[in-house]
Nanobody, 124 residues
Framework: VQLQASGGGFVETGGSLRLSCAASGFSLRVYTIGWFRQAPGKERERVSCIRASNSMTYSADSVKGRFTISRDNAKNTVYLQMNSLKPEDTAVYYC??????????????????WGQGTLVTVSS
């Protein structure tokens, strides 16, 4: 079970990026997937999550209306579309699989199979 996060980069305030979380060796469709981020000196926080059972999505209040999580089962990939980016969105972004297909927990401890992370930098 291996995840690969990609799509990060440098963008100006108000810009957009789309992150991808690709899986190898297993099908993402049967997993609940979470996107997390970790800024320097801060704890890892859950940004968005999409459930396997019904594809319901959840997002942190700080990104609601700006970030959208989705999945493309044919491409075995989960995406995080990030619009109207702000400097406070600067962080390393990670994707991971939930221990439970039914729960989108906010705790990183409830997720496994972390990808290596992709850096997003938003200039002010």
């Amino acid at each position: 079970v291996q995840l690969q996060a990609s799509g990060g980069g440098f963008v100006e305030t108000g810009g957009s990026l789309r992150l991808s979380c690709a899986a190898s060796g297993f099908s993402l469709r049967v997993y609940t997937i979470g996107w997390f981020r970790q800024a320097p000196g801060k704890e890892r926080e859950r940004v968005s999550c999409i459930r396997a059972s019904n594809s319901m999505t959840y997002s942190a209040d700080s990104v609601k209306g700006r970030f959208t999580i989705s999945r493309d089962n044919a491409k075995n990939t989960v995406y995080l579309q990030m619009n109207s980016l702000k400097p406070e969105d600067t962080a390393v972004y990670y994707c991971a699989t939930s221990r439970s297909i039914y729960a989108c927990s906010g705790s990183p401890d409830d997720f496994v199979s972390w990808g290596q992370g992709t850096l997003v930098t938003v200039s002010s």
